[in-house]
T-cell receptor
Framework: AQTVTQSQPEMSVQEAETVTLSCTYD???????LFWYKQPPSRQMILVIRQEAYKQQNATENRFSVNFQKAAKSFSLKISDSQLGDAAMYFCAYRSAVRGATNKLIFGTGTLLAVQP | DVKVTQSSRYLVKRTGEKVFLECVQD?????MFWYRQDPGLGLRLIYFSYDVKMKEKGDIPEGYSVSREKKERFSLILESASTNQTSMYLC????????????FGQGTRLTVV
């Protein structure tokens, strides 16, 4: 079974600085997707960024980028130029892309990010 | 905009009651999910459905059942509510592909007393 681990329950960053959130996962599959989701204090979860395992290039969305290390099964999220609105719980998630596999979306335990003004 | 709507933001029920949590999505998504969110445990999958009347157990299905009679609606049922089912419940939906984005509802904070 696949698992997702986020070892940092809480992180803090100064406004305008850069922060990296860690995520590791365990799987025997070769084809899958990885995601970072953000849950602001209002609770509605939204997608931040996604990465397909077959793509070597790291995904980037504006100030958000990932460092995807497939061999190490590591998928960290880097937030540059942190803003107060980035304060939220961040979840790493895994989804199999193997044909015939179920569409389960598996989440880690989350990292609570505080942004200091 | 995709909308996933959960019927209640806050719910208080008594031990032993049968509880229904409703979720409706308006984007014709094949997949729908029910998660439970607890501090330090993240999101744990209770059940998901990949088509009408089709369902699959997640990691913690005990004490829960689901119903999907129509594509847009996915209901979570607590057959006999217990205090250890006090939690935040999140519904989500997505298209069928593995790389597709999941859209979440606003959550239901259920307290069982």
């Amino acid at each position: 079974a696949q698992t997702v681990t986020q070892s940092q329950p809480e992180m803090s960053v100064q406004e305008a600085e850069t922060v990296t959130l860690s995520c590791t996962y365990d799987t025997s599959e070769s084809d899958y997707y990885l995601f970072w989701y953000k849950q602001p204090p209002s609770r509605q979860m939204i997608l931040v960024i996604r990465q397909e395992a077959y793509k070597q290039q790291n995904a980037t969305e504006n100030r958000f980028s990932v460092n995807f290390q497939k061999a190490a099964k590591s998928f960290s999220l880097k937030i540059s130029d942190s803003q107060l609105g980035d304060a939220a719980m961040y979840f790493c998630a895994y989804r199999s892309a193997v044909r015939g596999a179920t569409n389960k979306l598996i989440f880690g335990t989350g990292t609570l990010l505080a942004v200091q003004p | 905009d995709v909308k996933v709507t959960q019927s209640s933001r806050y719910l208080v029920k008594r031990t032993g009651e049968k509880v229904f949590l409703e979720c409706v999505q308006d984007m014709d998504h094949e997949n729908m999910f029910w998660y439970r969110q607890d501090p330090g445990l993240g999101l744990r999958l209770i059940y998901f459905s990949y088509d009408v009347k089709m369902k699959e157990k997640g990691d913690i299905p005990e004490g829960y059942s689901v119903s999907r009679e129509k594509k847009e609606r996915f209901s979570l049922i607590l057959e006999s509510a217990s205090t250890n089912q006090t939690s935040m419940y999140l519904c989500a939906s997505s298209l069928g592909g593995p790389g597709t984005e999941a859209f979440f509802g606003q959550g239901t904070r259920l307290t069982v007393v």
